[in-house]
């Protein structure tokens, strides 16, 4: 395909993504030097649009932002007044103490947040200090400079037809170029996935994990409502099929934020995530809790869950990776969007002097050194074993050899198990059908639990119908010759949106894999649980996707 005739934009930094992390540098690099040219390209509709998280915020990337913040005009934030966590069973739970939890483990100074909001508000803050921000940007590819290094992206291409021509609207989009590019696009990021595979930032990495999150937020009756309540669950129903549990978050104005992670490395093909957090909220507890209430928002996405020996190298010539697209999330404490906001700061402070010394395309190592060994490493470093543990032994053993590994941790800086392998990627680990029985799911009932094209409904999802499918299957054969004989064909299930389908004529046979792009919630889940890792997601073009307005 000939390249097309594209205008250039020049700036010093160009950041992707406006999530935490990408306003986070941007804000920062105008605090420190006002003259600095900061462009963040966001591909959702608007800031905020595309995010998604629980969210509990450890305030501590905002404190080190804007120490003032609490003094401004930020959002609502609630702070949390009582934590709790409960292992379920199908009929009930038990709550276990607080006092065996190491206290990184507490929430008590945190605040339930809507990530949407925050970053809005970010957004505002940011561009009153001069960065330029382009939502519905969505970053096709990268720009490679005369040696080698990533020299910009890019950005805004629009009107290919389904084929992949040019459309009689098409726009070719623009080379948006920068001395430093800083890749802030969130869990699997195609550019980051691009720059991870060039340049080997992983050959020394352990296997990235992953989780998939779903979330809905249900607006409930007052007297059920408790705001400042955090609730964490694990067990029922996952038993175990797989890893992962559940949070309730009791937000302002009779909001509760309710959502259900599946660890991506189960095993069983028949294991239906959306349905387990279908079923999750038929529990007596949960039950009880949105008896009355509406669901107002739904949505989900991937969770980087392989933490400090996941990690690749930060650095490429020419830019860095921060944030999820990293993979700074630490899993027991169920939080990420502060080590974001802090690899933001840290990408910004090592580029400064950088660009105050005129240099640019080269690698900024000063920063995989400030996040290895400053707080982002700290975070993650001690609570490195919980997920191999769990991954091998259960919740049981990893509850109590865990926290153990992460009470000595924090006590003396030592980790008794010393640093534990997570083993196979989480597509390897889908097992043949064979070796498994179905599982039964009870149909929604439309009260508490909800299909799947229902709720998708609830996420403002949109794409333009006529552009190219985003979701790239690599053989196209390959789902039905091999995915559907021997696994299944997990995709009918491990998708919260249901994009794929297996279609079979009037007489049961000639089965035809069926992709539905325009259920799309950008979660990525397909790009990191296919089996035979056949399916890559790809930016659609700028603004498609989900619609966002408080998760």
Excluded at 28 to 57: F, M, N
Excluded at 62 to 68: A, C, E, T
Excluded at 191 to 207: E, N, W
Excluded at 470 to 492: F, K, R, T
Aim: hydrophobic share 35%; charged share 20%; glycine share 10%.
């Amino acid at each position: 395909m000939t390249e097309p005739d594209r205008e250039s934009m020049q700036f010093d930094i160009v950041i992707v993504g406006a999530g935490p992390a990408g306003l986070s540098a941007a804000i920062r690099l105008k605090q420190l030097d006002p003259s600095i040219d900061v462009c963040v390209l966001e591909k959702g509709s608007e800031v905020g649009a595309h995010i998604l998280s629980g969210a509990v915020l450890d305030p501590v990337g905002l404190d080190r932002l804007f120490p003032d913040w609490r003094e401004r005009d930020a959002p609502d934030f609630v702070r949390v007044e009582q934590d709790n966590f409960y292992l379920l069973g199908a009929a009930g739970q038990i709550r276990v103490p607080n006092w065996p939890m190491p206290p990184l483990m507490r929430n008590h100074g945190n605040y339930i947040v809507s990530m949407s909001h925050l970053c809005r508000w970010l957004a505002a803050k940011a561009e009153a200090l001069g960065v330029e921000i382009y939502p519905g940007m969505a970053c096709s590819d990268l720009v490679v400079g005369n040696n080698g290094e990533i020299a910009g992206v890019i950005a805004g291409e629009f009107g290919r037809s389904r084929d992949g021509d040019p459309g009689p609207s098409y726009e070719p989009g623009m080379r948006i170029l920068g001395k430093y590019v800083f890749l802030c696009e969130g869990v699997r990021g195609s550019l980051s996935k691009q720059v991870i595979q060039r340049f080997a930032l992983d050959k020394d990495s352990d296997a990235p994990k992953f989780g998939l999150g779903m979330k809905e937020i249900w607006e409930v009756s007052p007297e059920q409502c408790q705001p400042g309540t955090v609730t964490h669950t694990a067990g029922w129903p996952l038993s175990s099929q797989a890893g992962g549990g559940s949070f309730i978050y009791h937000m302002q104005d009779n909001q509760i934020s309710i959502g259900f992670v599946v660890h991506l490395n189960y095993r069983n093909p028949y294991l239906f995530p959306y349905m387990e957090f279908q079923r999750f909220k038929h529990h007596p507890m949960v039950a009880r809790l949105l008896s009355g209430g509406r669901r107002i928002a739904y949505g989900a996405r991937a969770i980087t869950e392989g933490g400090w020996q996941s990690l690749p190298r930060l650095f490429f010539p020419g830019g860095i990776l921060a944030g999820c697209a990293a993979g700074f999330v630490n899993v027991p404490r169920i939080k990420g969007n502060h080590n974001a906001m802090l690899s933001g700061i840290a990408a910004a402070e090592s580029a400064y002097p950088a660009l105050s010394a005129g240099r640019s395309g080269d690698e900024l190592k000063d920063y995989d050194n400030a996040i290895r060994n400053g707080p982002v490493g700290r975070d993650l470093k001690q609570v490195r074993n919980v997920k191999p543990l769990w991954s091998k032994y259960g919740i049981g053993v990893s509850f109590a050899a865990g926290s153990f590994d992460m009470w000595v941790s924090q006590l003396t800086g030592w980790n008794p198990f010393g640093t534990l392998s997570h083993g196979e990627s989480d597509a390897a680990a889908t097992e043949p059908a064979s070796q498994h029985q179905p599982i039964e799911y009870p149909n929604p009932d439309g009260r508490l639990s909800f299909d799947r094209l229902t709720n998708v409904s609830y996420s403002g999802v949109n794409h333009e119908e006529e552009q190219p499918c985003h979701l790239h299957v690599i053989d196209s054969d390959l789902p039905v010759s091999v995915n559907l004989p021997q696994y299944a064909e997990p995709a009918q299930r491990y998708c919260p949106a249901g994009v794929y389908e297996i279609l079979y004529d009037r007489d049961g046979k000639n089965p035809q894999f069926k992709i539905n792009p325009t259920n799309c919630v950008h979660c990525k889940t397909c790009d990191i649980k296919d089996p035979s890792a056949n399916i890559e997601w790809h930016v659609p073009q700028g603004g498609d996707g989900p619609n966002y307005p408080n998760m």
